[in-house]
């Protein structure tokens, strides 16, 4: 559980470094919840007859206990609970980390891309091993 006070100052926090960012108010954080709690991903195989659908979050909830002194829904208590699939990987610890804080403050838009490719393509990431990326790759992708 957390308020939509709290994710606002995250998103606040992170973006004032940022080039161009803007502040989200609290309706539209509201509704990228809702829209993600909507949300289905499905996942198939490229041979095969393999599929899955999933919603990312489980279930989610609003709560505006007092309306008249919060209209803005700011002090909303706000329910999230993850489907099982991230949930367990969140437990077993079986996920990518990466440094949060350093991917959302870059200002460079080529950095970020290349943080995020290395976070999902560079999965066997050892001191002695190597990732190797050609410039057409980055041309076509970035």
Do not use: C
């Not at 195989?45 to 989610?60: A, K, N, T, Y």
């Amino acid at each position: 559980m957390t308020s939509l006070y709290k994710i606002h100052e995250e998103l606040k926090k992170r973006g004032e470094k940022r080039v161009k960012s803007k502040s989200y108010s609290y309706s539209q954080i509201r509704q990228a919840l809702l829209v993600l709690s909507k949300t289905k991903i499905h996942l198939k195989s490229e041979v095969g007859d393999d599929d899955l659908i999933f919603s990312p979050i489980s279930d989610f909830g609003f709560f505006n206990k007092d309306k008249s002194q919060n209209p803005h829904g700011s002090k909303a208590t706000i329910y999230i609970k993850f489907n099982s699939l991230i949930s367990k990987s969140i437990l077993t610890k079986k996920w990518r980390q990466i440094n949060y804080e350093t991917v959302i403050e870059d200002r460079n838009y080529l950095s970020r891309w290349l943080r995020k490719m290395l976070g999902l393509k560079f999965t066997y990431a050892s001191p002695n091993r190597s990732f190797n990326i050609n410039l057409s790759t980055l041309i076509e992708n970035s």
